[in-house]
């Protein structure tokens, strides 16, 4: 089971499958830092909606992809954790510290066009 | 006791798998949607665990009756090198690999029961109870 | 008794009630986390002014709904703690880590629009 | 010993009733407000423990003299399973659960003097004074 990737204008949307495993998850942060180079995408939603859980290796490594992302030039949103996911991630203590979280695939792609303009004007 | 579910536990799709039959069987017994989802996260934990650091072992899943209320329990169990200090390993942010130091206490916070039976050499068994809120 | 939850422009404000029961905050945590996302709100304030005291089981489970409503991807501020309930909930030891917070619901409000704002134009 | 207030406690709604006579009791003794949520809070974590860990007990307020002054005294008793290790249970941030470990402690702060007898089997008794300020 990999994650699918897919190309929306300037951004890249990776959509996370259930049942991913960690190689899988590794993997990905890989793919993507890679894509984020071929495609010369400036910014990454990732879109967990599907995820029935992310457990602290998942929200250690969701971490590090946007952390790398970012030094890659590219911004990151992650976007679609569900009611009960957050519950049980607020319980387990995990924070996303440094990580822009948004309601869904529509809001953070907005949250995405907003910040790539200001970048624009702002010469960041 | 009614009848168990063992699942093994050696790589990661173990993982996957014993916190998707955590959910099942919580689900047959009639939790709902924000427990099934502490009682998955906490299994993944412990499930992760395992592979991390004993290499292979087992997660048991099974429901109980205690004082007149129906439980889930669940038991990690392995043959690992144990913990040397469980205060230690049960405090929020320690971690003696790359770990957040989260699982252990993060699991105990998601469930109502929490025990674990450890000694270096020894292995380690953890076991979880969540028992099912009233009226359902 | 139950928290009025008010819809304030783009934010939720929840109205704390005096006499508030375990049970209640816990349904409340429940119902914020579904509400952001029906209402696609982008802030949520949670005006505690009405409390005559806030207790380690509140702290915890109030820092728990601000963790668990960013990763919905909603800014949330904490307003209205009485100076006589900020001295007890020092005594105690109760710090609410990672919590934002402000002096009152127009000190709040104006937060998060400050925050909203810088949102759509920096990174974290 | 003047009269006393007793309050069962049995459920979260009990919780909210012992903290909001010891405010009354506070009150009509003198209390000023800042005390008034220090008494209540102080009570609040207490009779949570008894829901938390004994099942069911009671809080007794009443007011007492001693040595010239009038003291509101709060005794929080159960028949649960009792503290095996006090010393532990009084340190900040422990927790054999899923709380803060911030109640015992904390409540011990926010009182002139504080009492605890408890033993594993033979229930846990907390007993609290505060002293009104001379000159109330
Ligand atoms: N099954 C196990 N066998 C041996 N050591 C373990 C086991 N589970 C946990 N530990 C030890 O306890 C520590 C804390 O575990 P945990 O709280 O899950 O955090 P993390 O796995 O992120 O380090 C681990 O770093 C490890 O040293
Ligand atoms: N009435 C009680 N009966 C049995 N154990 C208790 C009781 N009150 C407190 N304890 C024990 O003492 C520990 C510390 O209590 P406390 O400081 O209030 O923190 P918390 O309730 O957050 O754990 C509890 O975790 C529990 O193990």
Redesign the pocket.
Known sequence: MRVPVLKQGACLVAVFQPGLTDAELLALREDLSVRVGEHRARGVVLDVTALDLID?FGARTLRGIALALRLRGAETVLVGIQPDVAFAMAQLGLTLEGVDTALDLEEGTALLSRRLAARRHNGR | MDAETRVPILRDVDVVTARQSGRALGASLGFGAADLTLIATAIS??A???V???GR?EIVLAIAEERGRRVLVVV?R?D????PDVGL??QDG????R?????????RRMVDEFEID?APGR??T?TLKKWLPEGR
Not at chain 2, 80 to 83: D, E, N, Y
Not at chain 2, 99 to 107: F, K, R, S
């Open positions: 602290s | 934990e412990l992760r665990n395992i991390d650091y004993a072992g990690a392995d690992g090198p144990g913990i390993a049960l320690w971690s003696s690999g770990g957040l130091g989260l699982g252990l206490p993060g699991a450890t292995g380690t953890v």
